[in-house]
């Protein structure tokens, strides 16, 4: 049992651990909200294109993603705590500047440097959890309030960004900045110094590491391409992603001290769990980046109207952990991630006939299904990902886990864009609604491939599910998740 753990559950020592870490995925959620309801504001005063539009989210979480698995490795050979600090006063930093840029360039260097920082951060803090709480009931009940505090974040982000806006679309990067301060004070104050990691004969695959970070970018960029760059072009780039890709698994196999031990891919959990987190992560950011541009651009509705019309997704934060204890209890974990991915099947699957003048009413089912399929899958994604991985491997499978997310979300926003420009043929109602249509294609069959890879996680041996997450979940949480 780890220095943090006691038989009785959270004491406020660990609560206090505990709901720093949450500030800090709650300002990562945050922070992609408000972007998100800020970008058509964005465009109009930086004179964006939509391609460029996607960018602008599309760089952050490519930072995010594609320097995650360094991240991971980084906190377990640096120190999990000196990681975290170190990080948060780089996000802290570029957060800020990013709302100074004047330039489409300036704002995406800066939203990838953001992003950059989010990747060394979050597995730090992650892993912080998952080896400072014992493995079982106490970390999985962590695990669950921290998904929801993300959740949360996410909530909050919609209706704080679309306030933010309306007075100044750069306040969407100020107002991270106040944030990050007091959780930078209060991690040096309450998260405990990590003891010195051994690097005796150990060292950081920074070959691996820029080469997977190249073949993300180059993969995503050749997507992004499709609709505009030719087929030669993007299926040049796309094959120079798969390359780098090839290469990345060749480094490796062949490194005496690899950035992923090929090994942890033998768990079927941990390969399961990612790829529905990739697919369902490209689902929900394609979705919402679509629905943002349909409300404000084609509807013209206010930046607060569209963060009011999203916020019902955020039920998430109130579900998380509030119900999906109790349903993994009950069914077990595979079957809950199941659920919640066939719920965006259908919440997806809704929205395919959207209508140039859908009243509220008619979108309402389809977001709340949404928030409901986000309540019942990422959590338990969570646990899945990292459960049964060594200690000193759980800053690689956080670093996998987040890699998949943000690569997930990335690729989902450069395919939604893709298929959007190229189905819209002329600047018109008529043909932006056509767009959006073919578009939402993405979600959708993004959503049904993530539910038919967790299928194969109902097939477990008699007696594995329920999960070891369902014995965190026999008691209602100590205190209630703060929205």
Not at 278 to 300: C, N, P, S
Not at 387 to 411: D, M, N, P, S, V
Request: aromatic share 10%; charged share 15%; glycine share 12%.
């Amino acid at each position: 049992m780890s220095a943090l753990s006691t038989p009785n559950g959270l004491d406020a020592r660990k609560w206090g651990i505990l709901l720093v870490l949450c500030g800090a995925i709650f300002l990562e959620g945050i922070d992609v909200a408000m972007l998100n309801v800020a970008l058509p504001a964005i465009r109009a005063d930086l004179g964006l294109s939509t391609g460029e539009l996607q960018w602008v989210m599309s760089a952050y979480v490519l930072g995010y993603g594609g320097f995650m698995l360094l991240g991971g490795r980084a906190a377990d050979l640096f120190g999990r705590r000196q990681m975290f600090v170190l990080w948060l006063t780089v996000f802290l930093l570029f957060s800020g500047l990013g709302g100074f840029a004047t330039e489409g360039w300036m704002l995406i260097v800066a939203r990838f440097i953001t992003g950059v920082s989010a990747a060394f951060m979050t597995p730090a803090g992650l892993s912080i959890i998952t080896t400072g709480f014992a493995e079982g009931p106490e970390r999985n009940k962590a695990l669950l309030v921290y998904s929801g505090t993300a959740a949360g974040g996410f909530t909050i982000g919609l209706v704080a960004g679309g306030l933010l806006t309306s007075v100044g679309w750069r306040w969407v990067f100020f107002a991270p900045v106040a944030l990050s301060f007091l959780l930078l004070v209060a991690a040096l104050a309450l998260v405990p110094k990590s003891e010195r990691p051994d690097r005796t004969g150990k060292r950081v695959d920074i070959a691996g590491a820029l080469t997977v970070t190249a073949a993300l970018l180059l993969i995503v960029l050749g997507v992004e391409r499709a609709a505009h760059a030719g087929i030669t072009a993007s299926a040049t780039t796309l094959l120079a992603g798969l390359a780098l890709l090839a290469a990345f698994l060749v480094i490796e196999r062949r490194s005496a001290e690899p950035l992923v031990r090929t090994g942890i891919l033998r768990s079927g959990s941990l390969v399961r769990a990612n790829l529905s987190a990739m697919l369902f992560a490209a689902g929900f950011f394609g979705f919402q980046f679509l629905i943002v541009l349909y409300l404000q651009e084609l509807r013209d509705w206010s930046t607060l109207q569209t963060s009011f019309a999203m916020l019902v997704i955020g039920v998430d934060a109130i579900l998380s952990p509030a119900l999906t204890p109790r349903l993994v209890n009950r069914f077990g974990n595979a079957k809950v991630i199941l659920g919640g991915l066939l719920l965006a099947v259908l919440a997806y699957g809704l929205f395919l006939p959207l209508g140039a003048d859908w009243s509220y009413a008619a979108m309402f089912p389809g977001l709340i299904i949404l928030g409901l399929a986000f309540s019942l899958a990422y959590g338990p994604l969570t646990i899945a990902a990292t459960e049964g991985i060594a200690e000193e491997e759980q800053g690689l499978a956080g670093g996998l886990l987040y890699t998949a997310f943000q690569f997930g979300a990335a690729l989902g926003l450069s395919a939604v864009t893709a298929v959007s420009v190229a189905a819209t043929h002329e600047e018109t109602p008529a043909a932006l609604l056509d767009g959006y249509r073919a578009g939402l294609l993405v979600p959708f069959v993004a959503a049904v491939l993530a539910a038919l890879i967790s299928t194969f996680g109902l097939r477990t041996r008699r007696g594995d599910e329920p999960s070891a997450a369902a014995d965190a979940v026999g008691e209602p949480f100590d205190v209630p998740v703060s929205r």
